[in-house]
Nanobody, 121 residues
Framework: QVQLVESGGGLVQAGGSLRLSCAASGSIFSIKAMGWHRQAPGKQRELVAAITPGGDTNYADSVKGRFTISRDNAKNTVYLLMNSLKPEDTAVYYC???????????????WGQGTQVTVSS
């Protein structure tokens, strides 16, 4: 009984900025990590950025220095601030929650439905 609500996708010109958000709710006992992945047409889905409740972050090399991931633990929400956007950033961005609903259960992944980000040149 988990829900992920994604928002913030849209159209932007190259060099512009966009801010994605993902709010998790439902039967969540603890969160291991939350993050964003993206998939462009004809390409594999790839990690963009992830963050733990303690603040440890992981970024794809292609977005380092341009994107910033942050979180609000009280709201179970993760944000992705995307600056200096490039046309190659165009993709469907998916929020991923790594969580468990009971202390003794294995970690599970839960995916959002995705939000389109389109960067024009």
């Amino acid at each position: 009984q988990v829900q992920l609500v994604e928002s913030g996708g849209g159209l932007v010109q190259a060099g512009g900025s966009l801010r994605l958000s993902c709010a998790a709710s439902g039967s969540i006992f603890s969160i291991k990590a939350m993050g964003w992945h993206r998939q462009a047409p004809g390409k594999q889905r790839e990690l963009v950025a992830a963050i733990t409740p303690g603040g440890d972050t992981n970024y794809a090399d292609s977005v380092k220095g341009r994107f910033t991931i942050s979180r609000d633990n009280a709201k179970n929400t993760v944000y992705l601030l995307m600056n200096s956007l490039k046309p190659e950033d165009t993709a469907v961005y998916y929020c991923k929650l790594e969580y468990r609903n009971t202390w003794w259960r294995p970690w599970e992944d839960y995916w959002g439905q995705g939000t389109q980000v389109t960067v024009s040149s």
